[in-house]
């Protein structure tokens, strides 16, 4: 009696569009993760100085002199700088700590910005407004419009889960993290922060700082105020000009 054969199971159907988009995530989030480790042992290796004393007292005394300026800049605030034109602000880190005093260091730790060329979403207020005068040497910031936001979270977009540092590519980690409030993919966090959402607090807490590039140095770090010829302050919409050259 011949026996029958048997029937070979039918194979899931996974459309090739699907696979591509899957492979270029993964090829994406490998190399970013590369890329951070490169960069962490770049920040690791460095040549220790040592200062002589009379670095140590120039240090003191301009550090004494940035705090006598942040509270100065505090009472000449403006009218018109405590007024938003936008919801929505990206602020940059565009000096480091060497003079700045430990009273004003405490302003862009309080915003994230602990690193020189890092940069974040703010929602818009007098309040915001008044602290960014007071740092405004070590700042520049703008009202990013929609394209901005979006290449800026899709280009350097990382978040962090746990004590871990992960490249914004899967939308499952999205779900997963703020599902809660119908946030389930990256198009839901830049709508919610162009359009300022009522969940913008938690999706910029889910979002680390964007750590920026400065090719041909863009930014040089000046003190003085863009409007001026330098590089802090208020760009207004022309901080779209720079994110497009330093992202």
Not at 91 to 107: A, E, F
Not at 122 to 132: Q, T
Not at 174 to 184: F, P, T
């Amino acid at each position: 009696m011949a026996t029958e054969e048997a029937v070979p199971a039918a194979l899931n159907y996974i459309p090739e569009v699907v696979l591509k988009k899957r492979m270029t995530n993964e090829q994406w989030a490998v190399r970013r993760k590369l890329q951070q480790e490169e960069r962490a042992k770049r920040q690791k290796t460095g040549n220790f100085i040592i200062k002589k004393p009379e670095q140590f007292i120039r240090e003191y005394r301009d550090k004494e002199l940035d705090l006598v300026q942040m509270k100065s800049r505090g009472k000449r605030i403006r009218s018109a700088s405590v007024t938003p034109e936008s919801n929505l602000l990206f602020v940059i880190r565009i000096r480091g700590k060497t003079d700045m005093h430990p009273k004003t260091r405490k302003i862009p730790y309080a915003l994230k910005l602990r690193k020189i060329r890092t940069g974040v979403f703010v929602k818009a207020s007098a309040g915001i407004m008044e602290m960014l005068e007071k740092v405004e040497p070590y700042v520049t910031y703008g009202y990013p419009n929609v394209k901005s936001v979006k290449d800026l979270i899709y280009k350097k977009g990382v978040v962090r889960v746990g004590k871990e540092r992960i490249p914004l590519t899967d939308n499952n980690i999205v779900e997963q993290e703020l599902g809660k409030h119908s946030i389930i993919c990256i198009e839901d966090i830049v709508n919610e922060i162009v359009v300022v959402g009522p969940h913008f607090k938690s999706v910029t807490s889910f979002l680390c700082p964007f750590v920026l590039n400065n090719p041909e140095k863009v930014l040089q770090g000046k003190k003085k105020r863009f409007e001026d010829g330098g590089d802090s302050g208020n760009r207004k919409d022309k901080i779209n000009e720079l994110i497009s050259k330093i992202n």
